[in-house]
């Protein structure tokens, strides 16, 4: 900020305190921005900051509101309008991604593996535009098995061995290096024999069984790759992105060249675990607004925040459901209602727990107000004395 739009947010704080309120930051900046824009007088400035006062005090949620309950209704209900079918990803047709309701439940579940795990890998500002680094990258971190790099491939049922020769051409299009092969070829295979690009392999026991398992075992064999990480698209758009189809976050991120701020995975217990609980809750929030979003549904982001922040205030992601969250509550009632009724019940009378009866659930069963709105206020009446002592 220079020193004149400084002048200006210090003028807006200043009537905001006279009008007694506190905005948060970005509201102050917004007002700054708009004064220097329209061009406002003071005195228009100061109107337009009660306008903003009256419409931020209005979106304020009441004290004693259901929060919870309104947060829930606001997932779920878009949530029985949604399509069950699997889509292709964002213009990638080689790429199968979980969307709609699946995707929703595999996200406030916070499943440890997820269906179909992708990452969306972007580079530096220096890289970004250079083909033929993002390709090595793309080399580098997508498998590249045997089959991919072979030129002949043969089972010599006669003298029980497999011949495979190497097609130097496919790993100098592939950018893979010829001595890490033979080098990852040799760990895997102990009865192997290399002769420059010709390499012949022989079954642990001399039967026609053993000779063909061991050729597709040959094939299958992964040269070149980061684990977990099949296969990768590589997608021209303003620049050069990486779409993969299995998640490594961590490996990916120790890569020079790539982008550490925009690369992303749309694994959120992976995320946890590489940048913390904090870029969880993020996570949680970006992916459960754009799976809605897709399926054109919108959600007011406040009550996606709260279910994620419901899911990660204890520092770790848990899940919504009887093995996360509902099955923690502190009441009885409110646990037996959830699921597993009887099981809860019998817990509970073993143990000898007490229900509070501070929950909206275990109110509604046993018949009472719930404490909410108007029945989270309690009204204590003191009689007058009067004299004589009547």
């Known amino acids: 900020m220079d020193e004149i739009d400084q002048k200006i947010i210090e003028k807006v704080e200043k009537i905001a305190k006279k009008k007694k309120t506190e905005f948060p930051e970005s509201y102050i900046h917004d007002l700054a921005s708009a004064f220097i824009r329209r061009e406002?007088?003071?005195?228009?400035?100061?109107?337009?900051?009660?306008?903003?006062?009256n419409a931020y005090d209005r979106a304020k949620v009441e004290a004693g509101e259901a929060v919870g309950t309104v947060a829930a209704q606001s997932v779920g209900e878009p949530g029985t309008q949604m399509t069950m079918r699997t889509f292709h990803y964002a213009g990638v047709a080689e790429l199968n991604v979980t969307l709609g309701l699946p995707r929703l439940i595999e996200i406030v579940d916070a499943r440890k593996k997820i269906s179909t795990p992708t990452m969306a890998i972007y580079f530096e500002e220096d890289k970004k535009d250079d083909e033929i680094f993002v390709k090595k990258i793309a080399n580098y971190i997508g498998k590249s098995t045997v089959n991919d790099i072979l030129k002949d491939f043969y089972i010599n049922y006669a003298d029980m061995k497999i011949e495979a020769v190497l097609d130097e051409k496919k790993i100098e299009d592939k950018i893979l290096d010829f001595d890490d092969i033979i080098s990852n070829i040799e760990k895997a295979f102990k009865r192997v024999n290399i002769n420059d690009k010709v390499?012949?392999?022989?079954?642990?026991k001399p039967n026609i069984r053993e000779l063909r398992l061991l050729a597709d075992k040959v094939r299958d064999l992964q040269v070149s790759g980061v684990k977990n990480i099949g296969k990768v698209i590589i997608r021209k758009e303003d620049e050069w992105i990486i779409h993969t189809e299995g998640s490594n976050l961590g490996a990916v991120l120790k890569i020079d060249g790539i982008n550490k701020v925009k690369t992303t995975t749309n694994d959120i217990y992976e995320i946890e675990t590489v940048l913390g609980v904090e870029a969880a809750r993020n996570a949680i929030i970006n992916e459960a607004l754009r799976t809605l979003d897709e399926q054109g549904l919108t959600v007011d982001v406040r009550h996606i925040m709260l279910v994620a922040d419901m899911m990660t205030a204890d520092g770790t992601v848990r899940s919504i459901g009887r093995h996360g969250i509902s099955g923690e509550k502190s009441s009885v009632l409110a646990r037996a209602a959830f699921e597993e009724t009887g099981k809860h019940l019998l817990r509970a009378s073993i143990r000898g727990e007490v229900d509070k009866l501070t929950g909206i659930i275990e109110n509604i069963i046993i018949g009472q107000p719930i404490p909410l709105g108007t029945g989270s206020v309690?009204?204590?009446?003191?009689?007058?004395k009067r004299k004589g002592g009547r």
């Open 199 to 204: 390499l012949s392999f022989e079954p642990a």
């Open 378 to 384: 309690g009204v204590v009446m003191k009689p007058n």
């Open 40 to 53: 406002l007088t003071e005195k228009e400035l100061e109107k337009l900051v009660v306008k903003v006062k």
